[in-house]
């Protein structure tokens, strides 16, 4: 079945540096692929996210290229800043009205 | 738009207890899932409805747990008797074309 692979956390950096968390996943066909961000007590909310290889999704400075090649969605921001401190899911669809399937999460710790 | 609107945000009850969770999707989504979030597991789908319908309810723990939805804009999730392991956030997301939204969950505690 699908899955998602994602680098285990907490990943602590301090503000401005530059941020890149590992996302590679397992899917038949062509799945979208998909960041959500999770503040403390709040619920999921896209980030950005790519439906086809190639694709490129941005959002907030955030980045993330759908590689097929590497099956990979690695999210990259050039200058982090203490408040995206929050825990970031990698997501798949496969494209069907199936749902999502999520990673593990990485909880992201910004200190100033 | 509201969102989709999840209701309670939290819930304590004790072991052995009726519990429901109520979801409204966004009007004119089609699919609507639920998830439940533990720090063991992650996010794990439950179900998931299409029109209305149950397509997939091969993620539901066990028999405690049943959901419907009877129309486009109410669904709901019971778990009947509660457990302590039972305790998790529960999200409720609706979707069209792909585009998915999330509730900002129930946080279920058992004691």
């Known amino acids: 079945g699908d899955s998602v692979t994602q680098m285990e956390g907490p990943v602590t950096l301090s503000e401005e540096a530059f941020l890149t968390i590992n996302c590679t996943y397992t899917?038949?066909?062509?799945?979208?692929l998909f960041w959500y961000v999770q503040y403390p007590g709040e619920g999921l909310q896209l980030l950005l996210k790519?439906?086809?290889?190639?694709d490129k999704g941005s959002n907030k400075g955030f980045e993330a290229t759908y590689r097929k090649e590497t099956t990979s969605f690695h999210l990259e921001k050039g200058s982090v800043q203490v408040s995206d401190s929050a825990v970031y899911f990698c997501?798949?669809?496969?494209?069907?009205?199936?749902?999502?399937?999520f990673g593990k999460g990485t909880h992201l710790i910004i200190q100033p | 738009d509201a969102g989709v609107i999840q209701s309670p945000r939290h819930e304590v009850t004790e072991m052995g207890q009726e519990v429901t969770l109520r979801c409204k999707p966004i009007?004119?989504?089609?699919?609507l899932f639920w998830y439940r979030q533990t720090m063991m597991r992650g996010l794990e789908l439950l179900i998931y409805?299409?029109?209305?319908?149950?397509?997939?309810d091969s993620g539901m723990p066990e028999d405690r747990f049943s959901a419907k939805m009877p129309n486009a804009s109410f669904s709901t999730l019971k778990i009947q008797p509660s457990e302590p392991r039972d305790s998790a956030v529960y999200f409720c997301?609706?979707?069209?074309?792909?585009?998915?939204?999330f509730g900002s969950g129930t946080r279920l505690t058992v004691v």
């Open positions: 899917a038949t066909g062509y799945p979208s």
């Open positions: 997301a609706s979707s069209l074309w792909g585009g998915y939204t």
């Open positions: 997501a798949l669809s496969g494209g069907g009205a199936d749902g999502l399937t």
């Open positions: 409805f299409n029109n209305n319908v149950p397509i997939d």
């Open positions: 009007s004119g989504h089609n699919s």
């Open positions: 790519a439906t086809k290889a190639d």
